[in-house]
């Protein structure tokens, strides 16, 4: 739906087709600025979720109409109901050929939500967003109901709002996604965000627009923290900078002494893959694990999804968590205590890479969180899936960028490692973050189309239905191969 509101792709770009990070959008519908706060449909999301409803005046309930009303439905019906917004269902997929609208209505009854047509005074829209019908309608009735509702923030005085996402860019340091409640925002202000303080040193909107200020309901990321923010986390503009940086230092300093306090539970742990041998001698097993994701709000999720999995013979010891690639020093860490280290969405550079392998340190990536549920539990229950490592055969560097007719971007590259050859798997890493995975489309040298090019050597590679190239992006091909157990 959003894909088609903004004219972007964004849901693409989203592991498995599963929007897994809150995003917002701001769009304009007949002079009137409407925000969108998009939360995942994942069920294990449901922080990020709850925090969504927490900043929201209406929340738009999406229910496909093949699926009908799942448990992730129940769930943000709850979580609007707790925050006591109004709600907007939207009635998506109607084209399928197994679509039935009645049975959703009838499901949306069952949980006290009774649709107009029946009598009851909740607005249903049915729509499809891959056919583009019915999303003006959805549009215009959400418009109806802040009217309804006198939805209204007074855009005078110190800013204040909420942190919906937060990530560490190596470029540009802490940077967080915030949505102004109060006030107005701007380039300049001091700022606290839980634990994080700074002054606002830019402010850049959902449309990667560098901007000087933002009012009530604009989403924006900020950059000048002096660390990454929770995210949830309620920020405030201050009087100074001064009163910020106290403020913020003693709220970290409370963060880290709870930290430390959770640590005392990390023990000597297992292998994931001992897991089920040291609960068939009677041992309570202790797994220390290492999280690293590309967001605070994927972090939570995950940790929160697997203290799940915890069971009586199992316990999970978080040696670390924390949002970036995985480094050397993560490597060190896990080698002293004897950690595996799971990834979501991020990759160890190569140096770490090393590091590992020398240590014999287990790192495994994911990039959809239910994989790595199922990896866990089926450690647990000594089921653990095939293992595939992922080799990698080249690395090339991105150092230019060339903008081609009817071709889009071409990426000028100078091969690091390996060699990259056309056809094979391939991933963009940025700052330690996979961006983008698929495969290669033309691979060139000057103007000849080859089929790989070698360590030391420059060359031109295209990309089917990626654009978004940056200088110093990494580029990786790669191949799975499967890991015999021993």
């Not at 967001?295 to 999720?301: I, M, N, R, T, W």
């Not at 150092?399 to 990426?411: N, T, Y």
């Not at 190239?469 to 990786?476: A, Q, R, S």
Request: aromatic share 4%.
């Amino acid at each position: 739906m959003l894909d088609k509101i903004r004219n972007a792709n964004v849901v693409s770009g989203e592991a498995g087709g599963i929007t897994q990070h809150i995003g917002a959008y701001q769009v304009v519908q007949d002079g009137k600025k409407v925000t969108f706060i998009d939360t995942p449909g994942h069920a294990a999301f449901t922080q990020m979720r709850a925090r969504g409803a927490q900043v929201t005046d209406i929340v738009v309930l999406m229910v496909a109409a093949d699926d009908g009303v799942m448990p992730q439905t129940i769930e943000a019906i709850s979580h609007a109901r707790a925050a006591g917004v109004p709600m907007v269902v939207a009635i998506n997929k109607i084209d399928k050929e197994n679509a039935d609208v009645q049975r959703v209505l009838a499901q949306l009854a069952e949980q006290l939500l009774v649709p107009e047509s029946w009598g009851g005074d909740t607005i249903c829209v049915e729509m499809s967003a891959q056919q583009n019908l019915g999303v003006d309608d959805l549009i215009e009735q959400l418009t109806i109901v802040a009217e309804i509702e006198e939805l209204t923030a007074n855009p005078s005085g110190r800013a204040k709002g909420v942190v919906l996402e937060a990530n560490l860019d190596t470029g540009r340091g802490p940077v967080a996604t915030i949505l102004v409640d109060k006030g107005t925002l701007k380039v300049g202000d001091p700022i606290v965000a839980g634990g994080a303080w700074g002054r606002v040193r830019a402010m850049i909107d959902d449309k990667g627009q560098q901007i000087k200020e933002a009012g009530p309901s604009t989403p924006v990321q900020v950059l000048g923290l002096s660390t990454v923010p929770q995210a949830g986390d309620e920020f405030r503009v201050a009087p100074d900078e001064k009163t910020a940086r106290t403020v913020g230092e003693a709220r970290e300093q409370r963060l880290r002494a709870k930290a430390q306090r959770g640590d005392a539970r990390v023990q000597r742990g297992v292998k994931l893959e001992d897991v089920f041998t040291q609960i068939q001698a009677g041992e309570v097993a202790t797994l220390n694990l290492i999280l690293k994701a590309d967001v605070q709000g994927s972090l939570e999720a995950v940790t929160d999804s697997l203290r799940r999995l915890e069971r009586d013979e199992v316990k999970l010891a978080f040696v670390h968590r924390a949002v970036g690639g995985v480094t050397e020093n993560d490597i060190t860490l896990a080698a002293a205590t004897n950690a595996t280290i799971l990834g979501f969405n991020v990759r160890p550079d190569r140096k770490a890479r090393d590091l590992a392998e020398a240590e014999h340190v287990e790192i495994r990536s994911y990039e959809i969180i239910y994989k790595l549920l199922e990896d866990i539990e089926s450690a647990m229950i000594g089921m653990l899936a095939p293992e595939y490592e992922e080799i990698v055969t080249g690395e090339a560097e991105v150092r230019e960028v060339f903008r081609v007719p009817k071709l889009g971007g071409i990426a000028g590259c100078y091969v690091r490692t390996g060699q990259i050859t056309r056809g094979t798997k391939v991933r963009f890493i940025r700052e330690g973050v996979i961006i983008w995975k698929g495969a290669i489309t033309s691979l060139r040298r000057f103007k000849d189309d080859v089929r790989e090019v070698r360590e030391g050597f420059e060359c031109g590679i295209g990309l089917s239905d990626f654009q978004d190239l940056k200088p110093g992006d990494l580029i990786e091909t790669f191949e799975e191969k499967l890991v015999v157990r021993t």
